[in-house]
């Protein structure tokens, strides 16, 4: 059984404990830079200031959601000369969930960003 304790909003992320839990802005910390590039964990100010890492993340994964829609849209064109005919279909499908997989992620840096910034969250009936 974990100690971490769940919970938070709709969309907070999994093995994050809910804002103003013991350790939640180290855990959501960590978590942010998982969903950064590795090189973000050399830069000290990220932990220093996790607020300021919450909105980087927050651009950074848009910026990848964005690449998976454009690609998406894209493939057809761009590839459908350079990959056997049953590729195309696989790589879209690929596209899809990993889309559907950074949207997710897309809000739940989005939570962390507004429990960073002071936002209270109240549970609905």
């Known amino acids: 059984m974990s100690d971490v304790v769940q919970g938070g909003p709709p969309g907070w992320p999994r093995g994050v404990p809910p804002p103003g839990a ?5 855990a ?8 950064c590039p590795a090189d973000f964990r050399a ?6 200031h996790p607020v300021a890492l919450a909105w980087v ?4 994964v848009d910026a990848q959601l964005n690449a ?3 690609s998406y849209r894209r493939i057809r064109v761009d590839l459908a000369d350079e990959l056997p005919p049953r590729a195309v279909p696989q790589v879209m499908e690929h596209l899809s969930v990993e ?5 997710a992620t897309a809000h739940a840096v989005r939570l ?13 009936l």
């Open 68 to 70: 998976m829609r454009e």
């Open 43 to 48: 830069y000290d100010a990220w932990r220093r």
């Open 28 to 35: 959501a910390t960590q978590w942010l830079l998982d969903q």
């Open 99 to 103: 889309g559907l997989r950074l949207r």
């Open 112 to 124: 962390v960003h507004e429990a960073m910034r002071g936002k209270t969250f109240v549970p609905r």
């Open 57 to 60: 993340a927050t651009w950074h």
């Open 22 to 26: 013991p350790g939640w802005e180290q």
